[in-house]
């Protein structure tokens, strides 16, 4: 699934392919990935006008044109991607925006579990994103802090609670974690200052270096270049790796970096 180093992949894809250039059509070849609007309304809405420079939040992109916004949520296969207008169209390619210059944005999605939203104005956008809680690689420390000590339940549980921190997915909070050395069954509201402070900071480098790879890395020295090994391994401590789930999510972590208490 795209998470936040994904999803600002995919605004570096927008803005280098889009920024400034007028949408000279919209041709929407599957309506399944539109919510709230028809392929006529997104059209309309949308054709003539200029991509401005998009902005992220959380796994949430929005392509803003200085009148409607275009919100995309990536679900768990979305992309974008861009080309020419005469390049061969895909099976997966469900919305296609030809741009000015003979360019085309593409957003492609195999399973199409979220899609494309249109927000009219200010207030629809604040509508679309208001259960979303501050963006993960925006938020400060007091911030985060008082978020994480406010969240009943089990840590990973929080993390990955868009509602929380928008932005973390499975990969990320499991890799947080183990950098932190924090188990993903803690209570959330039972870390101490300390540990807020080492999960914060470990949050921070975790999600920098994922940004610049455009995706969670599965680096040899990650927890997440062993996860889908046979028999994995910690990276750090060569200790067999736990498995679990926890939230209906698939959980790795080590039980000798993050012991117990």
């Known amino acids: 699934m795209p998470e936040l180093p994904d999803v600002e992949g995919f605004r570096q894809v927008l803005q280098s392919c889009a920024k400034g250039r007028v949408i000279r059509r919209v041709e929407v070849r599957d309506p399944g990935v539109l919510h709230g609007v028809d392929a006529g309304g997104l059209r309309e809405a949308l054709e003539g006008r200029r991509f401005g420079a998009p902005q992220r939040h959380g796994k949430w992109l929005l392509a803003r044109t200085g009148g409607p916004t275009l919100v995309l949520h990536f679900g768990m296969t979305g992309r974008l991607v861009c080309g020419q207008a005469d390049d061969p169209v895909e099976a997966h390619d469900r919305v296609l925006f030809t741009l000015g210059g003979g360019r085309q944005l593409r957003f492609r999605d195999q399973r199409k579990l979220q899609g494309l939203w249109l927000a009219h104005?200010?207030?629809?956008?604040?509508?679309?994103?208001?259960?979303?809680?501050?963006?993960?690689?925006?938020?400060?420390?007091?911030?985060?802090?008082?978020?994480?000590?406010?969240?009943?339940?089990?840590?990973?549980?929080?993390?990955?609670?868009?509602?929380?921190?928008?932005?973390?997915?499975?990969?990320?909070?499991?890799?947080?974690?183990?950098?932190?050395?924090?188990r993903p069954d803690l209570g959330a509201r039972d870390l101490t200052q300390e540990d807020r402070r080492r999960l914060f900071s470990e949050m921070r480098r975790t999600l920098r270096s994922s940004v610049t790879a455009g995706c969670v890395p599965p680096r040899d020295t990650w927890?997440?270049?062993?996860?889908?090994?046979?028999?994995?391994?910690?990276?750090?401590?060569?200790?067999?790796l736990r498995r679990s789930r926890m939230a209906g999510r698939g959980t790795v972590w080590c039980p000798r970096c993050q012991p117990d208490g």
Do not use: Y
């Open 121 to 182: 104005d200010e207030s629809d956008v604040e509508r679309l994103l208001r259960r979303q809680g501050p963006d993960a690689l925006a938020v400060d420390r007091t911030e985060f802090e008082e978020v994480l000590s406010s969240r009943r339940g089990h840590l990973k549980t929080a993390l990955t609670d868009q509602s929380v921190l928008a932005g973390l997915g499975n990969l990320l909070a499991d890799e947080i974690l183990w950098r932190a050395r924090l």
């Open 223 to 240: 927890l997440t270049g062993h996860r889908g090994d046979r028999d994995p391994t910690c990276p750090r401590c060569g200790t067999g």
